[in-house]
Structure formats: C-alpha cells, structure tokens
C-alpha cells in the first residue's frame, strides 16, 4: 500500500497543475520606452515598472524644452489599466511636488502630490491617459503607445529608481 501511495503521489501532484515552472511576470513589471533623434542624439522617454498585486510603482522620464523630468509613482491596477494614486518629481505637466528627498533647497511642494492620470497596457504597448478614460484595446493605440523593452540598458531608470521601486512594491515608498 505504501509503495502505491508513492507512486499515485507524483502523478496527482502533474493533474493539480503544480509545477516547478516560474509563474510569468505580472503585467505592468518592466520597462517601456521610446527613443527619437533630436540634433544628433538619441533622445529616450521611458516608464519603468514594478508589480505586486494590484501595487504598482513606477518611475517616468520624458524629454521637454530641453530637458529630461523624471517622477516616481504609486498606482492601483485594473485590468489593463493602472490609475495613478500619488506622483512626484521633476515638476512639470505630471506634477508640481518635488519628491522627498530630492528637492532642491527651498523647494515650496515637496512629497506626494495627486494624479489625474492613468496607463492602459495594450498588445505589449503602454499608454497614457486622464482617469476614467475608457482604454480600448486597438491596433492604433497599440501602435501610438511606449514598445515593452527586454534591457533599458543606459537609457532606462537610475540603480536609485529602480532600488526605489523595489522597495515601494513592498509598501516602502517612503
């Protein structure tokens, strides 16, 4: 009896669906970027994500009036959308709060500040968007949005982001 209760166990443990295989990465984990050429140079914008249940942590960098604005953000996914919850950073057209501990001197808004917007995953491209805009999954907003990158390499997110954003998954934002 005992030497059948071995064998029967592997065989029930493959009809279970347990398995060593590694689970595939949630869908908002990894980087999206798009790069152009502005005088002579590769000019990349890119949005860094990190994943754990609906927790999403992000850092962006875009490149305008001649200048790169980074920001770090905490967002709730929903089915293909992310709705940012708290942004901060570079000000700009994101955000007017500078992050904590990154602010010049005299800095009047520093810390988190609120978001009006939203990221819609489609087809592998990443979009954004305003809040409780409807995200439909189609060939041209797939085609307008950020391409998912295998490796950032130098034009991705600083090693203080990206440590920034694994400790923010953990409910370590700070």
């Known amino acids: 009896m005992r030497l ?19 689970a595939p ?10 790069c152009e050429s502005y005088q002579g140079s590769s000019i990349c914008a890119y949005t860094a994500l990190a994943q754990r249940g609906t927790r999403v942590c992000g850092v962006q960098s875009d490149f305008a009036t001649n200048s790169y604005y980074v920001q770090r ?3 709730t996914a929903r089915g ?24 010049p001197a ?4 520093v810390g988190w500040g609120t978001s009006d917007k939203q ?10 968007g305003t809040k409780g805009e409807v ?5 041209a907003s797939a ?7 295998a490796r950032p390499g130098d034009e991705g997110p600083e090693a203080e982001d990206r440590a920034w954003m694994a400790s923010c998954v953990r409910g370590e934002e700070g």
């Open 106 to 109: 005299g800095a009047e808004k």
């Open 80 to 103: 293909n959308v992310v709705e940012i919850d708290k942004i901060c950073g570079d000000p700009g057209s994101e955000t007017d709060t500078y992050c904590a501990g990154q602010a």
């Open 25 to 34: 990465p949630p869908p908002f984990e990894g980087t999206w970027m798009s």
């Open 119 to 128: 990221l819609s995953l489609c087809n592998g491209s990443l979009s954004g």
């Open 4 to 22: 059948a209760m071995i064998m029967i166990l592997p065989v029930a443990a493959l009809g279970t669906g347990i398995s060593a295989a590694k």
């Open 73 to 75: 953000f905490v967002g």
């Open 143 to 149: 085609r307008n949005g950020m391409p998912k990158v």
């Open 135 to 139: 995200s439909a999954c189609t060939r």
